[in-house]
């Protein structure tokens, strides 16, 4: 199952400090942008020719609290970013782990506590280096807190702000940056349950409130399960691994995997 989950490893709309245009910009009118918050569709703001003041500040102060809202509400799921709360982080790092630790033969207790550290630190590092606008932590937790309460987050996936040229190639309109999908995972008892799918769906939702018009990720070639969840999504295969890449180094052969934003996400 380790194997269906990312590897580990008119008026401009600016919603990032780098000045980046929204994929939302239009050149003439006026039209309204919406993200999920909590079961229902909530309006941030009006932008456009016709945009009042009013509506700009709706708009900021609905990025300032963005990260504290649900992305995305889906078959019993909802997804926002991780809080940085103690609790939540070691959540993640279990739910990671549990996806990605592959089992030894001896002392494998020992040795998933160990990757599980492994995982907490490296979550502890991007969200203390990162800037909120080029990596967020989105987690799904339960709509029904009857539902196991003790453990509330069932799923989660990174995205980070990348410029990589052996992806940039594969995008047309001379995109400079693009929005990386990595570290999917669902905790076991809750898989084949659309969390996964929900996920990506708030990925998407992320890429239009930053303003990129494209997200990429990287799945196994031969997870025909994975790629399946990946395509319904909308993602298409650009590219794969060189072929040395698996026989010589001795690992399994990916696939780049390029999708592009859906307005109408939100």
Not at 40 to 45: A, D, I, L, R, Y
Not at 123 to 149: F, G, H, Q, T, W
Request: charged share 25%; proline share 2%.
């Amino acid at each position: 199952m380790a194997q269906m989950l990312l590897s580990y490893s008119s008026t401009t709309l600016k919603y990032s400090g780098y000045g980046r245009k929204s994929a939302f910009e239009k050149s003439k009118g006026s039209f309204v942008v919406h993200c999920c918050s909590f079961s229902s569709t909530k309006e941030v703001g009006l932008v456009g020719k016709d945009a009042t003041d009013n509506g700009k500040v709706l708009l900021k102060e609905k990025e300032n609290k963005q990260q504290f809202e649900y992305l995305a509400s889906d078959f019993g799921w909802k997804v926002r970013r991780l809080d940085s709360v103690d609790d939540e982080m070691r959540e993640v790092a279990f739910i990671q782990a549990e996806a990605f630790h592959v089992p030894v033969a001896f002392f494998n207790d020992l040795f998933f506590e160990f990757f599980k550290a492994e995982v907490l630190s490296g979550l502890l590092y991007k969200l203390r280096n990162s800037p909120p606008n080029r990596y967020a932590c989105l987690v799904a937790e339960n709509s029904n807190d009857n539902i196991e309460p003790q453990r509330k987050l069932v799923g989660v996936v990174d995205v980070t702000v990348l410029r990589d040229e052996d992806v940039l190639q594969h995008i047309q309109g001379g995109a400079e940056e693009y929005l990386y999908v990595s570290g999917l995972a669902v905790l076991k008892r809750f898989r084949r349950q659309k969390i996964a799918t929900a996920l990506l769906k708030a990925c998407e939702v992320l890429a239009l409130l930053w303003g990129f018009e494209y997200l990429a990720l990287r799945a196994y070639e031969d997870d025909s399960s994975a790629r399946k969840l990946y395509s319904n999504a909308g993602y298409r295969v650009v590219s794969g691994d060189p072929p040395w890449f698996s026989t010589w180094i001795g690992r399994k052969r990916r696939v780049l995997m390029i999708k592009r934003s859906d307005h109408n996400v939100i």
